[in-house]
T-cell receptor, first 113, second 110 residues
């Protein structure tokens, strides 16, 4: 009955590789998000997405791209991974305009070697 | 632009002592303010939001528009309160995405 789930939980990969992190929510929410939590625990929005609008934080490199096959999924694709991409990535969802309380996934710890 | 400031990165108190985690914000409209908590190796979860005006786990937070603050308070801290606390702000329209503060790591000592 997990509300927001992410896979994998841990991801270790080499520089230059391309990887994806999957996110699914079963709350029926309209809006999904990706956040990056760096080594200092600073949490920063990367994307927010609903079926109408994709909002991209302008500081996010274009190597990062969200892909939403349907309303319940928002996957994160990362091309040409760099050392600085190592972080914990959190997916979240909310009802969007109706209620902005966000429900978070457990996080994916990405380590780039 | 939205901005949230949590001036204390680390805060330690003894069990039973009062605790206040500070949060100041900058936003030109009427914001919605939240406190999220992240216990060790767990996901972020909502602790409370200003519109509900509830007390959760003994914590309260009052929105002070004059001082643009939303400080989190608890009169008697417990060891299980030890966690990372994030203050967050949401605006209107496309600004409804959350802007988080840098977080305060609270440690409650026995």
């Amino acid at each position: 009955d997990t509300a927001v789930s992410q896979t994998p939980k841990y991801l270790v990969t080499q520089m230059g590789n391309d990887k994806s992190i999957k996110c699914e929510q079963n709350l029926g929410h309209d809006t999904m998000y990706w956040y990056k939590q760096d080594s200092k625990k600073f949490l920063k929005i990367m994307f927010s997405y609903n079926n109408k609008e994709l909002i991209i934080n302008e500081t996010v490199p274009n190597r990062f791209s969200p892909k939403s096959p349907d309303k319940a999924h928002l996957n994160l694709h990362i091309n040409s991974l760099e050392l600085g991409d190592s972080a914990v990535y959190f997916c979240a969802s909310s009802q969007g305009d109706l209620d902005n309380e966000q429900f978070f996934g457990p996080g994916t710890r990405l380590t780039v070697l | 632009a939205q901005r949230v400031t949590q001036p204390e990165k680390l805060l330690s108190v003894f069990k039973g002592a009062p605790v206040e985690l500070k949060c100041n914000y900058s936003y030109s409209g009427s914001p919605e303010l939240f406190w999220y908590v992240q216990y060790s190796r767990q996901r972020l979860q909502l602790l409370l939001r200003h519109i509900s005006r509830e007390s959760i786990k003994g914590f309260t937070a009052d929105l002070n528009k004059g001082e643009t603050s939303f400080h989190l308070k608890k009169p008697f801290a417990q060891e299980e309160d030890s966690a990372m606390y994030y203050c967050a702000l949401s605006g209107l329209g496309s600004a409804r995405q959350l802007t988080f503060g840098s977080g305060t790591q609270l440690t409650v000592l026995p």
